[in-house]
């Protein structure tokens, strides 16, 4: 096992804990956590005990539950070392990449999109959204308005408005967005972060 495979095993160890933690700290049950998150009882019980490995499909919903950021969730890097630890996700065909990490009214992702296209299902929710396509080429929805954006084109928009965006059905792509909030910080601004995030990826929460 090299050095990175041994972070990456003892990043996950220490979710069990925290997950465990987070739940205490609410008072809530196992069968409460899994009413809202929708995730089995078992699950629950297997991810805080270390006998489940995390996934983003599970992370997400229990971070929007226990109103925390992934990072916060997962572990942040070492204190004072600057860098960014990138670690891909996939989660319904697409691959995310957390570009940032301390909490804030600024998140950012660069996301891989598939060419396969999906039916667009609109959503809002407070924020605004920056996006610059890398290769490739997506559609976009926002109100009204259905666009294709090409490689090097950049959009903006506040997610107040309802909006989508997704593979064309013949290209792959690559973008960088960008997540923020009016003023609001922590737990409100992770809230809303993950939940765009779960957007993008195709997982919008009830």
């Known amino acids: 096992m090299d050095e990175n495979e041994a972070i990456v095993d003892a990043t996950l160890e220490r979710i069990g804990p925290r997950l465990q933690a987070l739940r205490a700290r609410r008072g809530a049950t196992l069968a409460e956590v899994a009413s809202v998150t929708g995730i089995s009882k078992s699950t629950l019980s297997r991810l805080e005990t270390g006998q489940r490995r995390p996934s983003l499909e599970l992370l997400l919903p229990l971070a929007r539950m226990y109103r925390v950021s992934l990072d916060d969730l997962v572990g942040a890097p070492e204190t004072g070392d600057p860098r960014v630890r990138l670690r891909p996700r996939r989660v319904n065909g697409r691959t995310v990449v957390a570009l940032t990490r301390q909490p804030g009214e600024r998140h950012a992702w660069k996301i891989i999109i598939p060419r396969d296209a999906s039916e667009p299902t609109l959503t809002s929710h407070e924020g605004s959204s920056w996006m610059y396509v890398l290769t490739g080429r997506i559609r976009l929805i926002v109100g ?26 013949k290209h792959d792509a690559e973008i960088l967005t960008i997540f923020g909030t009016d003023g609001d910080h922590g737990a409100r601004s992770a809230d809303l972060a993950t939940r765009h995030l779960a957007e993008a990826l195709g997982a919008p929460p009830e």
């Open 144 to 169: 009204d308005r259905d666009v294709a954006l090409e490689a090097g084109e950049v959009a903006e928009f506040d997610t107040r408005t309802p909006h989508w965006f997704g593979a064309d059905g």
